[in-house]
Each structure stands twice: as structure tokens, then as C-alpha cells.
């Protein structure tokens, strides 16, 4: 397991999946150690995935300051990872809350990132997020579902502030809910750290009006990617996303909710890889 040390000397571990070109994925949660993630549906099979474990999540320390949880404060891990790698600049992959973090590096270090992919991202540090209302008209999508019923009416307490998680709607956050998703969410409580998780997006982690500023001269392409069926973000969050950047499109997968790789692999993996321009068999997949 390969480690390097951030600037704070904690000694953060990636994860090597795949071979060819190197592209950089920053794991969601927040605070989510990046085991989640497998190989992206397949991407290992066209880029050589190096998967960061946030501090203090799967196999990195913990810091000495739990301050350094916050999203801004972790910056410099990804720079350091950078720097440990020998790369002039990466193609950068983030997933949901890591998108923040990932706009949050493309705003300060712009000329160190290739490309920029931003999979169900979550944009707070853009001053935006989902509102109980975007959430809701997603899950209305799935009316359809044997077990909506049941899991509307707990998902709405939880929005509204008046229960605790239930995991009667977790399946809101996957498109098929199937044993491949539920032996996926069975296994984030213990790969999340919930203390760093609290601290990730506290007061101080963001600036909107500076980040928006630096990223509207960003020179990059950029993939902003959605779920149909995802509430955090929905699609019109995501357009807006896409919107704060310069050169970014827009891919909205069918069918799919925050983990589109598990959703519908082959499309996913089709999407992205059309979007890096390479592939370790140096084919690209025909996109539809």
C-alpha cells in the first residue's frame, strides 16, 4: 500500500487500481474511505485509478488537529499527493462530497489539472446544495418501486428534521436497488468516519464568492455527470454546477442515482472515458 506525507506530516495511503495513465479520485461520504468506490464500474480497465484515503479514513492516519477534516484544510493533501506522484498536472476524478474538495484544488491550483470529472458532485463550495425540495421530487420518481411506500414517509421526516436515518429509504440513492447496492450500503457505516464527516463541511470550509471567481477563468475541460433519478444533486443542480465553469458540458445518466458505476457500469465507464480522450488499449469506447 503506497502512503506519502501530507504537509502536516500525516501519512495519507492511496490505492492503485489498473495501468496506463494515472487519474486521481478524491472519495465522497464525506469522509468515506475510498474502498467504496471498487474500480468505477470498469474504469480500470481504460486508466490506472489512484484512489486517495482521505486522512483518517481507510488506511490513512489521523491527523493530530481534527480541524484539518475540513474540506479546505485537505487541499494540500491532494497537492501533496500530486507532488508525490511526479505529475506536472492530472486528470482529476471526484465523487459527490469530494467534488467540493475538487473545486476547492482546481480553484487554487488551476494549472496543475487536465481535466476535471465531477460525478454526482456535491457543490457547496460553489454556495449551492440540495434542498429538501430537489430531494424530494427525485425520490417521487420512484413511485413505481415496491418499496417507495414505505420509504417516502421516512425520508421526508429525516428532511423535515423530525427522524433519524432510516434505512428504509437508502434505496433513494441508488437507481437499482438490488443485492450489488444493498451489500454496497451495508459497508458505509464502517468505512466512514463520522466525527471527520461532521467537521468536513463546517463553518470556514468555503468561500463561494472567491472559488466562483477562480473558476470561471478555469481552462480545463470539465464533466459535470448526473443521476436521473439522484436528488443530491439532481440534474438542474448539476446544470448549474456546469455553469460556474467555462468549459464544462453536462452528462445526465437514465436510470441512475448517486452511484451511477454501480447503476449502469458500461454506460458510466463509456461517459467518463469519452470524456479523458484516452484508454489504456488506446481505443475509445463508442459513447451514445
Not at 484539518?68 to 485537505?74: E, H, K, M, N, P
Not at 511526479?86 to 480553484?107: F, I, K, N, R, T
Not at 417521487?140 to 429509504?169: I, V
Request: glycine letters at 10%; proline letters at 7%; charged letters at 20%.
Amino acid at each position: 500500500m503506497p502512503t506519502f506525507n501530507a504537509p502536516d506530516g500525516t501519512e495519507l495511503a492511496f490505492h492503485v487500481r489498473g495501468e496506463g495513465e494515472p487519474l486521481v479520485v478524491l472519495p465522497g461520504g464525506p469522509m468515506r474511505a475510498s474502498v467504496y468506490l471498487g474500480d468505477l464500474g470498469g474504469l480500470s480497465s481504460h486508466r490506472r485509478l489512484v484512489l486517495l484515503d482521505l486522512r483518517g479514513t481507510g488506511e490513512s492516519a489521523v491527523p493530530v488537529d481534527s480541524g484539518t477534516y475540513r474540506c479546505d484544510r485537505q487541499v494540500g493533501d491532494v497537492e501533496a499527493l500530486r507532488a508525490h506522484m511526479g505529475l506536472d498536472h492530472m486528470d482529476l476524478l471526484a465523487h459527490s462530497a469530494g467534488g467540493s474538495l475538487a473545486m476547492l484544488y482546481a480553484a487554487r491550483y488551476p494549472e496543475r489539472v487536465r481535466r476535471l470529472a465531477l460525478i454526482t458532485a456535491n457543490p457547496s463550495a460553489l454556495g449551492m446544495r440540495a434542498t429538501a425540495e430537489d430531494r424530494l421530487a427525485a425520490a417521487r420518481l420512484r413511485a413505481g418501486e415496491p418499496w417507495f411506500e414505505k420509504a417516502l414517509p421516512a425520508f421526508e421526516a429525516w428532511l423535515a428534521g423530525r427522524g433519524e436515518f432510516d434505512l428504509a429509504f437508502v434505496p433513494f440513492f441508488y437507481g437499482r436497488w438490488d443485492h450489488v447496492a444493498a451489500t454496497h450500503d451495508a459497508a458505509a457505516d464502517a468505512q466512514t468516519n463520522d466525527e471527520a464527516g461532521d467537521v468536513y463541511f463546517s463553518d470556514g470550509a468555503f468561500t463561494p464568492d472567491t472559488t466562483r471567481a477562480a473558476l470561471s477563468h478555469f481552462a480545463a475541460p470539465v464533466l459535470v455527470y448526473a443521476g436521473e433519478l439522484d436528488g443530491n444533486p439532481g440534474p438542474d443542480l448539476a446544470r448549474r454546477t456546469a455553469d460556474a465553469f467555462p468549459h464544462a458540458e453536462l452528462v445526465v445518466q437514465p436510470g441512475a442515482a448517486h452511484y451511477p458505476w454501480l447503476d449502469d457500469p458500461e454506460w458510466f465507464v463509456r461517459r467518463v472515458v469519452a470524456f479523458l480522450g484516452t484508454s489504456r488499449a488506446g481505443v475509445l469506447p463508442t459513447a451514445e
